[in-house]
């Protein structure tokens, strides 16, 4: 369909400066960052700021059969926000209002492009927190971390995304509005829709509003680093810990590849001539105790040297160079393949051992960073992707990690989804009647299947 009939209707209910059709702005809106992952041309990028509006662009879409990809700020790692030919970009950057804030209920009532950072500190003015904190916290839009059931750095003691999503209002395929959920502390009527739109990366409908479910503000948290000869006895280390009962709020591993990355980047002073480095953090009341108490299994494993942090300074210092494990190693070649394989943690060790042996042979960097509490591994393939062979080994490397994490026992995403990336593994990983009935799902809520299509399966 051309372009004219599809715009005119759209600006029948919508302001001017909402729709864009210029090829330099539509094409800047055509993918996220991801690598290996086709995007198509967009016919219209459109930003709305009201529900109203979306569900004009939903009605519009259904009665010309118009494909929608939803888009948030676009930082997804698997193409799950990448455009297809012809379609309308929804980008929901511009519904960025937090409605509420209730500190006697906890809860806060947003719209899907408030930024996640920017939630934390307004919750954190009434002495509350919104615990899910992805690496990009402070570009990435509530509604995109929905979409994918994004984690983060603290899961291990807080959880992802999908506990924090109490309701949502959500516009369908056709332009109804339909709320799903609560915002009560219980609620267990009917069927969890709320849950299944958590992760479903904008297949089966559009989000608009949000009820999310807030904690306390915790103490300051302090962070013990420690320092090991092997991967193995760091992930011994992991296991040490969650087996004697401890509930740290950040349990990371860096492994020497993403270590020497970071250093090479930010100049942070990392101990480079560590093969693995363990980042342990508590915000209790008496977080010293809790890493010594950790610190004394970290040197039963194995640990060459057992370091915490004097203060929250320190302690925020070393959390900035975790969190600069993914834009190092992207540095390093400058492309990158980002894995998210989640295994048990029993074969946390497995896995990276594994990954190494699949480093050499492709002949490849492969560095690995992790929430080693949740056993959520990040293996980044680095590469010149104006190298054709070497784009071809990064691809297949890729592929034999993924197969690794499901002969482990683990999943294909721990939290990155599966967008274009990991579609033909999403079908390996949940067999042919799971992916029967996934099927069956979308076709109820996109009987047309105009809603982001070519993701998921």
């Not at 947003?110 to 950072?117: H, I, L, S």
């Not at 402070?138 to 999503?165: D, F, H, P, R």
């Not at 369908?172 to 709320?194: E, H, I, N, P, Q």
């Not at 594994?354 to 980044?380: F, Q």
């Amino acid at each position: 369909m051309s372009p004219s009939p599809l715009v005119d209707r759209l600006l029948a209910r919508l302001p001017a400066e909402a729709v864009h059709t210029d090829s330099d702005i539509t094409a800047s809106y055509a993918h996220d960052m991801a690598s290996f992952c086709p995007a198509g041309t967009p016919a219209v990028v459109v930003l709305p700021r009201t529900v109203e509006e979306v569900q004009h662009v939903m009605r519009t879409a259904t009665e010309l059969r118009v494909p929608v990809v939803p888009q948030g700020a676009r930082t997804g790692l698997s193409g799950g926000a990448n455009a297809t030919d012809g379609c309308i970009v929804l980008s929901l950057t511009k519904m960025d209002r937090i409605i509420e804030i209730d500190p006697v209920d906890r809860v806060a009532v947003v719209e899907p492009g408030v930024v996640n950072a920017t939630l934390s500190r307004a919750v954190g003015e009434h002495g509350l927190s919104y615990p899910p904190d992805p690496s990009s916290w402070e570009m990435c839009t509530i509604g995109g971390n929905i979409g994918t059931a994004a984690g983060g750095l603290c899961c291990v003691k807080y959880g992802v995304t999908a506990e924090y999503v109490l309701g949502l209002d959500v516009v369908l395929a056709d332009g109804r509005l339909m709320s799903t959920g609560r915002r009560t502390a219980k609620g267990v009527a009917g069927y969890d829709l709320t849950r299944l739109f958590v992760g479903s990366e904008g297949s089966l409908g559009i989000v608009v509003r949000a009820t999310v479910a807030l904690k306390p503000e915790p103490p300051r948290q302090l962070v013990l680093a420690a320092e090991f000869a092997s991967a193995a006895a760091a992930c011994d280390a992991v296991c040490r810990i969650m087996a004697a009962g401890h509930v740290p709020s950040l349990l990371e591993l860096m492994d020497r590849t993403t270590v020497k990355a970071v250093n090479d980047l930010a100049h942070m002073g990392l101990p480079e001539t560590t093969e693995a480095l363990l980042l342990v953090a508590f915000d209790t009341p008496d977080p010293a105790a809790d890493l010594a108490a950790v610190g004394r299994l970290c040197e039963a494993a194995g640990a060459t040297q057992v370091v915490p942090a004097d203060d929250t300074a320190e302690s925020d210092l070393l959390l900035q160079a975790r969190r600069m494990s993914l834009p190092a190693l992207e540095a390093v070649k400058g492309t990158t393949m980002i894995d998210d394989v989640c295994v048990p943690r029993t074969r946390l060790g497995d896995l990276l051992a594994g990954v190494e042996r699949i480093a050499e042979k492709y002949g490849l960097t492969i560095g690995v960073c992790a929430h080693a509490g949740d056993g959520n591994t990040h293996p980044t393939v680095c590469f010149d992707a104006r190298d054709p062979d070497e784009s071809r080994r990064a691809r297949e490397s890729f592929d034999e990690i993924m197969a690794l994490g499901l002969a482990l026992g683990g999943t294909i995403t721990g939290e990155h989804g599966v967008g274009v990336l990991k579609k033909e593994w999403l079908a390996r990983e949940l067999g042919p009647v799971g992916l029967e009935m996934q099927r069956a799902v979308k076709q109820v809520f996109d009987p047309l299947g105009i809603l982001n299509p070519g993701k998921l399966f």
